[in-house]
Every structure is written in structure tokens, then in C-alpha cells.
């Protein structure tokens, strides 16, 4: 391997080692609900996390995101916020949001919080003013409420559906008795979306971005990024107005998953995502984080926006500072689709100066051990039920670590969403009556929705709960399987997932793969991703290599195998669906 040939193919430059933190950071995703219990009601809490940071320094990760933690009826698990500064009782208070931030950063961890700007919880002081206000009133301007159609505004003002299933709009009843103005929800009922024409809002939520910054967080992970802005007018959409609606459809060349109604896809752009206003809300938020003292306070959107250049536009230098890469997460398992997935990101990226976001899981998907483990040539399922085609564990596992091999040796930032580093698999056995996701109640059962993947973590195999928590309660049931993949059955495991993940850090840390350039390497093409990711200065070359072929794969004599997915049963070899990092 030459230096020439490398150069050739070059993907992506380095970037310097003095480049900011967010620009290489590995983050724990930590949904609090179900990732340890202090006080034994079966929900995880604040002083839960806090008592186990220590874990996360170990594992060798940069910072931490917690989904919502503030104070909401849980209607959408948190996501549905009553009151953006304060925490919710079964969290704890902000006496323990104070003391998590300051025992996250003297372990050196850093700490994102979630922002949900698109919308509140119904039970939010504004929505109730705006309840018992008249219609036109000032509180109605803070939401999106209209007249319906029809004879007697029975019909909802728009056919735009709720992303968790039927009618987007619901009707109130006014003062007076009679049925009066509806309102606009793009999820759950007990989520309206705020009207960010009225500049009420964004000073609302500078001010909350202010209050957080103030307590000490390192950045937010947006919700829903991209729906701030409606098109004005509110016109009718044309696109899929259910979650799955175009599911059947062929899936056109080059791309894995049909679009969903929750995204903007190329093409014609649904009124309700991706408008051009929203930009102009995250210039302004940008410029407040930046007169912030330092360290740099950080923005990542979650944005459901294709194609890649649609999406780096968030990410601009006066913008925000990442983006997750859910185009790398909706990639199955191919090797051509990942090479131009990669290759798209940085191309799109690096044109913005951003680095890119890769993902592989989080709350609101199947989680990537069993989502690779299903039929690859079927679109990702929302949710899986006993009765519905199962994961192939062994391969989904197989196949997860190897893919999480490829991501972090990519250059960028990398989110990792709890459990994954123990291999955990979806939840595919869980009763009806346990599901709490809106998505399974509003589309009647037909979309199962996101519970099995926030299923609590196991800690310890023979302990209540898994130890999740002091007694055996947890808000979901945990599978009978969950129990083999504790950490306490893992740690100090060689061979084991968690093991894996705690020598893949440490190793991405010390060698700087996440600020290094990146480019193609001879042996990519066909069945085989393969990529040199070398420091600034050269001094330091890694082959990260997967090969998703039928033949194990050999590799150059003399090449230095550092770390592999899973044993290579020749030595030189890598069998299928394995992945190894290498000195060259
Ligand atoms: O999700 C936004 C979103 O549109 C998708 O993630 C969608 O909910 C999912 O793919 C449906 O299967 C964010 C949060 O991540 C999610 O948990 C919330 O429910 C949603 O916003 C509403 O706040």
C-alpha cells in the first residue's frame, strides 16, 4: 500500500488535533427511564445515572445525551414537555440535575441535554392559557390553532397526519360548550406544535436555552429539527400520510428505506418539514451558544431530512454543529449502500466544514443487533411482535458489531445508544398490554412502535431486575434473554460486546481516528468496505476493513490486525460479515 494510492481515493481530510471536542466525540445516548433505578419504582432516575457515570468513563466516552428528563405527563415518554425548566419527580429535581452535571464533568464526561422546541405537552402552562383563551387570542397565537372545513369547521383544516398514526389536528371544545377552533399536532394528541411565526416563542426558548447553558450543559440534541417551520398556508400534502404508507413501494436505486412520513425526501418537500424559516431559528441559537463562556456548548439536530446536501445545510458554520446520519442508520446491510453513504456524508459535509454524525441506534428505532439480523431486502419494521418475522440473533450480533467496527474508524462524531455496547437485542416478545409508545395506540396495533428498544438495561444476571434497579420492578418487562447480556456477565469477558466497544474507544481515542482523514482503500469495491483513516501528519495508518462477502477475505502479508469484530479463524482471514481495524 502506497501513499499515492491512498491520496488517490482520499474521502476526507484530517482535521487538526487541536480541533474542538464535538468534532471526534463519542456520546452515550442515556434514555432515563430505562437505564438505572436509585429508589426501586421500576423507572430510572437522575441519582441512578449519577451513581453510575463511573461505568461510561470506563467504557471511554466523551459525553453523555439524555433524552427528556423534564417535568411531563409522559404521554410520549417525556418528549411531551410541561415545564422545560424543571425536572420531572420520578427523575428527581434539579438539585440532582446540578449534582449529575458536576459528577459527569469530573469524570471528564460532557453533558448534552434534549430540547423538544417543536411542540409541548398539552398540560404546559401555555396550552392551558390557550385553552381557555378565545380564539385569535394571544395565548391561541403561541400554537397553530384553525377554523375546520366544512359547513360547521367539522372537518380538520388540513389532511396532514400525526407521525404516531391518524389525524394530525384535534378539535377543542371552546368556553362555551360548543366545539370550537382544532389544533395542530404532528404527533401525539397531547403534543401541540408551538407557532414559531410568533416571536414569543423563540424568546421562550432562547431563554431556555439560556437557563440550561447556565446550569452547566455542554449542548442539545434538537427534536425534530426540521418541523419547527410549517410552509405558510398550511396546504394540503400530497406525500404519504402514514407511517408505512409507501412501504411496498420499490425502493428506488441506491437508497435503502422508502420516505417516511415523519421525513423530508428529495423531490417535492412536505409542508411540514425542512422549510427554509427553520434555519434562521438555529443561526440565532448558535450565536447565543457562542457568546456562551467556553467550553463549546454544542447544537446536534435531529433532523430526518434527505438527500445528504439537504441535511449539511443544518449543519453550516453559523448553524448547527452536527447532524445525525440517519441515512448511515437506514443503510442495510450492503456493502456498495454503505460506500455511498460514506462517501456522500463527507463529500456533503466536508463542503459545510462539518464533521459528520454517525449513528447506528437510538429510542425510536429497532435496535441495530436485530435490525441486521431481520430480511435486508424489507423495509426497517417500526417495532417488532412475537407473531412477526423474528431477528436471527446470532447474525443481527454478528453483523452489529462489525458495523459498529466500521463506524467508529469512520472520522466524525459517533453516537452510541445504551445497551448497544452489550450486544442488546430489540424486545420482540413483549405483551400489548405493557406498550406504552402512542405510535401502538393510535394506528390501532398495526405499528407496533418503539418500547422494544427502551426496555431497562440489564446490569447484574442474577440480581431483581436485572440490577436495573433496588427491587424487581421495571416500567417494561425485561425478556428472559436480557439476563446473558449483563454487564456483569461481560466485563472482563475477552471476546465479549462490551469488551469489544471498551477496546474500540480506547483505541479510536488514543489513535485520534475520529479527527483523521480518511480514503478508500485497494480492497474496496464488491462485497468489501474498506478504508485507510490516517492522522494529519501520516504518522498513523489504520485499515478499517468489513467484509459482507460470502469468502473470508485475505488480507495483505504483513498487515497488523489490531482489533477484529469477532475471531479470525485464520489468521489473515476475515470471514464473513467481520470487520478488523489494522496497521498499515
Ligand atoms: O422523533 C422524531 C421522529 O419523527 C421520529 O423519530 C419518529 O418519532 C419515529 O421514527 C417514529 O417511529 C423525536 C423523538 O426522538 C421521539 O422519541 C419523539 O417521540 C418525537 O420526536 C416527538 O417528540
Request: glycine share 10%; with cysteine.
Amino acid at each position: 500500500m502506497t501513499q499515492n494510492t491512498t491520496a488517490a481515493a482520499q474521502l476526507h481530510p484530517a482535521d487538526p488535533a487541536d480541533a474542538p471536542w464535538w468534532r471526534d466525540a463519542v456520546i452515550y445516548q442515556i434514555y432515563p427511564r430505562s437505564w438505572a433505578d436509585s429508589d426501586g419504582d421500576g423507572i430510572g432516575d437522575l441519582p441512578g445515572i449519577t451513581a453510575r457515570l463511573p461505568y461510561l468513563r470506563d467504557l471511554g466516552v466523551d459525553a453523555i445525551w439524555l433524552s427528556p428528563f423534564y417535568v411531563s405527563p409522559m404521554h410520549d415518554a417525556g418528549y411531551d414537555v410541561a415545564d422545560y425548566r424543571n425536572i420531572d419527580p420520578i427523575f428527581g429535581s434539579l438539585d440532582d440535575a446540578d449534582a449529575l452535571i458536576a459528577g459527569a464533568h469530573d469524570l471528564g464526561l460532557k453533558v448534552i441535554v434534549d430540547l423538544v422546541p417543536n411542540h409541548s405537552s398539552s398540560a404546559h402552562e401555555w396550552f392551558q392559557a390557550a385553552l381557555a383563551a378565545e380564539p385569535g387570542s394571544a395565548e391561541r397565537g403561541r400554537y397553530i390553532f384553525r377554523e375546520g372545513k366544512g359547513e360547521n369547521g367539522e372537518e380538520p383544516p388540513n389532511n396532514w397526519p400525526s407521525v404516531f398514526g391518524g389525524n394530525g389536528w384535534t378539535r377543542v371544545t371552546e368556553a362555551d360548550g360548543t366545539p370550537g377552533q382544532w389544533y395542530l399536532h404532528i404527533f401525539d394528541t397531547t403534543q401541540p406544535d408551538y407557532d414559531w411565526t410568533n416571536p414569543e416563542v423563540g424568546d421562550e426558548f432562547a431563554s431556555i436555552l439560556e437557563f440550561w447553558c447556565e446550569r452547566g450543559v455542554d449542548g442539545f440534541r434538537v427534536d425534530v429539527a426540521h418541523g419547527l417551520v410549517k410552509e405558510e398556508g398550511l396546504p394540503d400534502w400530497d406525500g404519504p400520510l402514514q407511517m408505512l404508507d409507501n412501504s411496498d413501494a420499490a425502493l428506488p436505486s441506491g437508497e435503502d428505506e422508502p420516505i417516511r412520513v415523519h421525513e423530508a425526501g428529495p423531490g417535492a418537500k412536505p409542508p411540514m418539514w425542512d422549510q427554509e424559516g427553520v434555519h434562521e431559528i438555529y443561526r440565532r441559537w448558535r450565536s447565543l451558544l457562542d457568546k456562551q463562556p467556553s467550553p463549546e456548548r454544542i447544537l446536534c439536530a435531529e433532523a430526518w431530512v434527505k438527500p445528504e446536501s439537504q441535511l449539511a445545510r443544518y449543519v453550516r458554520s453559523d448553524e448547527m454543529h452536527q447532524a445525525f446520519n440517519f441515512d448511515f442508520l437506514d443503510t442495510h446491510w450492503n456493502a456498495e449502500r454503505f460506500r455511498n453513504v460514506i462517501t456522500t456524508s463527507f463529500e456533503e459535509n466536508d463542503a459545510v466544514g462539518a464533521p459528520t454524525t454517525w449513528v447506528l441506534s437510538n429510542h425510536d428505532v429497532v435496535r441495530h443487533a436485530s435490525r441486521l439480523g431481520l430480511d435486508q431486502s424489507l423495509p426497517r419494521p417500526n417495532g417488532i411482535a412475537a407473531d412477526q418475522a423474528q431477528p436471527n440473533a446470532e447474525l443481527g450480533l454478528r453483523r452489529a458489531r462489525a458495523a459498529t467496527m466500521l463506524m467508529l474508524g469512520l472520522p466524525g462524531s459517533a453516537y452510541i445508544y445504551q445497551g448497544e455496547e452489550l450486544g442488546l437485542p430489540e424486545s420482540t416478545d413483549m405483551p400489548d398490554e405493557f406498550r406504552q409508545d402512542p405510535t401502538f395506540h393510535r394506528t390501532e396495533g398495526k405499528e407496533i412502535g418503539r418500547d422494544g428498544c427502551r426496555v431497562p438495561i440489564p446490569w447484574v444476571r442474577d440480581a431483581p431486575s436485572l440490577g436495573f434497579g433496588p427491587s424487581d420492578r421495571t416500567w417494561l418487562p425485561q425478556p428472559e434473554s436480557y439476563g446473558a447480556y449483563a454487564v456483569d456477565q461481560q466485563a472482563g469477558v475477552a471476546g465479549s460486546t462490551l469488551e469489544l466497544y471498551r477496546s474500540m474507544l480506547a483505541a479510536r481515542r488514543e489513535a485520534g481516528l475520529g479527527l483523521g482523514s480518511a480514503a478508500w482503500h485497494e480492497l474496496s469495491g464488491g462485497d468489501v468496505i474498506a478504508f485507510v483513516n490516517a492522522s494529519a501528519d501520516d504518522s498513523r495508518r489504520t485499515l478499517v476493513l468489513v467484509n459482507l462477502g460470502a469468502e473470508p477475505l485475505v488480507l495483505p502479508a504483513g498487515t497488523v490486525v489490531t482489533h477484529q469484530s469477532e475471531d479470525l479463524t485464520t489468521e489473515g482471514h476475515v470471514p464473513t460479515d467481520v470487520a478488523v481495524w489494522a496497521r498499515i
